[in-house]
């Protein structure tokens, strides 16, 4: 098996995991993109009398 096949194949592969994955975006043939979000919760302000 050739590279470019061997590529062709991990491509597949990788649209097949993440079909229907809204955080994921092919950018171009060699380029993607994982939007991970991430939530931090902080406690600001103080209450004083």
Same mark, same amino acid.
């Given at each position: 098996?050739?590279?470019?096949?061997?590529?062709?194949? =991990? $491509?597949?592969?990788?649209?097949?995991? *993440?079909?229907?994955? !809204?955080?994921?975006? =092919? $950018?171009?043939?060699?380029?993607?993109? *994982?939007?991970?979000? !991430?939530?931090?919760?902080?406690?600001?302000?103080?209450?004083?009398?």
């Amino acid at each position: 098996m050739s590279a470019n096949e061997d590529q062709e194949m =991990e $491509l597949e592969a990788l649209r097949s995991i *993440y079909e229907g994955d !809204e955080s994921f975006r =092919e $950018l171009s043939p060699v380029s993607f993109q *994982y939007r991970i979000a !991430e939530y931090i919760s902080q406690a600001t302000g103080s209450s004083r009398s």
